[in-house]
């Protein structure tokens, strides 16, 4: 995997870091059939040491959306969005994401699809978004921003591009596996 050519997300992020923004972006997604679907946390050093989650990723084929729930809570729409049946929320070992959007929320998240699961129907095995995507795509995806400060005033490029990847290569891998098995 190491030989592999890095993938980059070639479509548009879009920060989403104050309240008067998130009604637009929630009624634009609440319109797709399916989304790829990640959090960020700010890492832990301490034992103990508890952070909410920071960063829910949205995201379509062409655009990302980065909601900061550090700055702007977790507002009605969004937990809306997150519990609403038609839209099908696509994402990667989802117990951890759902243990921390539950400490912002009692709602259910509703419709979503986890790729440990739904992978092993095509005889993939590994279960990793990074093996996944090279197995199907023959690129790799870069982990380097995982342990960055989701938390920051600012998140750099790098983290934007990161966030964004991770959401949209969920979305990617089930888009690309529901039309192979058509």
Same mark, same amino acid.
């Given at each position: 995997m190491?030989? =592999?050519p890095v993938e980059t997300f070639q479509g548009k992020i879009i920060v989403i870091d104050h309240a008067k923004e998130v009604h637009e972006a929630c009624n634009y997604l609440s319109h797709r059939s399916a989304l790829g679907f990640d959090?960020?946390?700010k890492p832990t050093f301490k034992r103990g040491q508890i952070h909410k989650v920071a960063l829910m990723q949205l995201s379509t084929e062409e655009e990302c959306f980065l909601f900061r729930l550090n700055r702007i809570g977790y507002p009605a729409e969004l937990e809306a969005l997150m519990s609403n049946r038609t839209v099908r929320k696509i994402g990667l070992s =989802?117990?951890?994401?759902f243990a921390a959007?539950?400490?912002r929320s009692v709602k259910t998240p509703e419709n979503f699809t986890d790729l440990q699961d739904f992978v092993d129907t095509?005889?993939?095995e590994d279960n990793s978004l990074q093996k996944i995507y090279a197995i199907l795509f023959g690129r790799k995806i870069s982990k380097s921003q995982r342990v960055s400060n989701w938390e920051a005033a600012t998140l750099t490029p790098?983290?934007?591009s990161y966030a964004a990847i991770d959401a949209w290569a969920c979305l990617r891998i089930y888009n690309h596996l529901i039309g192979a098995d058509k």
């Open positions: 190491a030989e =592999l959090t960020e946390t =989802l117990r951890d994401d959007i539950k400490r095509f005889g993939i790098a983290q934007q």
